[in-house]
T-cell receptor, first 112, second 112 residues
Framework: GEDVEQSLFLSVREGDSSVINCTYT??????LYWYKQEPGAGLQLLTY?????DMKQDQRLTVLLNKKDKHLSLRIADTQTGDSAIYFC????????????FGAGTRLAVHP | ETGVTQTPRHLVMGMTNKKSLKCEQH?????MYWYKQSAKKPLELMFV???????ENNSVPSRFSPECPNSSHLFLHLHTLQPEDSALYLC???????????FGAGTRLSVL
């Protein structure tokens, strides 16, 4: 079946890099996503990667995709207190209709 | 501002009440979605509407009744809810042939 797993919590020091990891099960997923949710807000699309790519970089964000291991990661360089949020990994499910399968989210806490 | 607006932001209701959640998108999209977000659980897709027709219903109890009168508006009608229905309800929209979904800020529902 379709499943996306993430660790629930990550704590980093301000200025360090954060790496949030995700594993998924649907090997035919064409797109994988990272969404950010700040307190009291909805989900904000941060970035996405097409399955024929291994890496995508966008300013402080780097997404790495290992299709063999079905592993996706999000690296945030120079993490700031404003990066504190919940980060959701999601895959585009094959079959069905326009369906995103989400992980439970990783809460990133940035401390001084 | 994502272009997807949900009202109300917060709602408290008793188990015998009837209420409705509203979602409006200003992005020109033609597909809309309801998700349920419970603490420490993945987002659960509840309903999908494409071109104002319901195309997916993920075994949601009948006490939740969606309505999509046009491509810009989506409602979720609630009646005789249970305390376990307390959650954040998120609306999203997309173009029918595109796989990027944009989310509203959600309605935080508490059922007493």
């Amino acid at each position: 079946g379709e499943d996306v797993e993430q660790s629930l919590f990550l704590s980093v020091r301000e200025g360090d890099s954060s790496v949030i990891n995700c594993t998924y099960t649907d090997s035919s997923s064409t797109y994988l996503y990272w969404y950010k949710q700040e307190p009291g807000a909805g989900l904000q699309l941060l970035t996405y990667i097409f399955s024929n790519m291994d890496m995508k970089q966008d300013q402080r964000l780097t997404v790495l995709l290992n299709k063999k291991d079905k592993h996706l990661s999000l690296r945030i360089a120079d993490t700031q207190t404003g990066d504190s949020a919940i980060y959701f990994c999601a895959e585009w499910a094959s079959g069905g209709y326009n369906k995103l399968i989400f992980g439970a989210g990783t809460r990133l806490a940035v401390h001084p | 501002e994502t272009g997807v607006t949900q009202t109300p932001r917060h709602l408290v209701m008793g188990m015998t009440n009837k209420k409705s959640l509203k979602c409006e998108q200003h992005l020109g999209h033609n597909a809309m979605y309801w998700y349920k977000q419970s603490a420490k659980k993945p987002l659960e897709l509840m309903f999908v509407y494409s071109l104002e027709e319901r195309v997916e219903n993920n075994s949601v109890p009948s006490r939740f009744s969606p309505e999509c009168p046009n491509s810009s508006h989506l409602f979720l009608h609630l009646h005789t809810l249970q305390p376990e229905d307390s959650a954040l309800y998120l609306c999203a929209s997309s173009q029918e042939n595109k796989n990027i979904q944009y989310f509203g800020a959600g309605t935080r529902l508490s059922v007493l």
